[in-house]
């Protein structure tokens, strides 16, 4: 299942910011509705930090891009996940297992990381209920593909506020599923204690 969008001028379409940052602390967002960019897709753009470090030389840093909703940067995955539940229906019907409305109905959080582009990337805050993730609600959870390499990207799970033992997390790393490459975020159970 491809993402929902290859070119900046389709993230842009949908108030996805594409932003680019290298360590040098430099972060630029693209204008994904330029004549530049607008065509362009975001796995098979490469880009090249020009700044001119305090010593002379030039970065040599290799950027990343971060993808995610317009105006959302400083919200938590708390806020993420309220702002989701509050679009909710107070009496939802129960959704069919392993779809994605489930995971809204959780109030999960998703992050994905592309790793097969050239220079790979990462769409953070996902809220599954609004679009254009909301065409996948009642499809059965499977691995995104990136539309530029053609392979699937990591989907990360969190939970929201309201869920039990939000307090504290760990990662199993057998967690991950062996075909969708989904990895659930668990809370921490009182027996096992920290």
Same mark, same amino acid.
């Given at each position: ?23 040098? =602390? ?9 004549? !530049? ?35 959302? !940067? ?30 809204? =109905? ?8 592309? =790793? ?36 699937? !990207? ?41």
């Amino acid at each position: 299942m491809f993402l929902p969008f290859a070119t900046f001028g389709e993230a842009a379409a949908f108030d996805l910011e594409v932003e680019v940052s290298c360590r040098c =602390q430099r972060r630029v967002v693209i204008d994904g509705l330029s004549d !530049v960019f607008r065509d362009r897709r975001i796995g098979d753009t490469r880009f090249v930090c020009t700044t001119i470090l305090p010593h002379g030389d030039r970065c040599t840093g290799t950027p990343s891009i971060y993808i995610h909703k317009r105006g959302r !940067v400083g919200w938590t995955l708390g806020d993420h996940s309220r702002a989701m539940r509050a679009r909710q229906p107070p009496d939802p019907p129960p959704a069919a297992r392993s779809t994605f409305r489930t995971i809204v =109905q959780r109030g999960e959080i998703a992050h994905l990381y592309d =790793q097969g582009c050239p220079l790979p990337y990462t769409i953070s805050a996902i809220e599954l209920d609004e679009p254009p993730w909301d065409r996948f609600l009642d499809r059965p959870v499977e691995r995104f593909v990136c539309p530029a390499c053609r392979k699937g !990207v990591i989907m990360h799970l969190h939970y929201g506020p309201g869920s039990p033992a939000t307090e504290r997390w760990w990662v199993s790393s057998a967690s991950a599923c062996p075909t969708c490459g989904l990895v659930r975020i668990y809370p921490f159970s009182t027996s096992i204690g920290v």
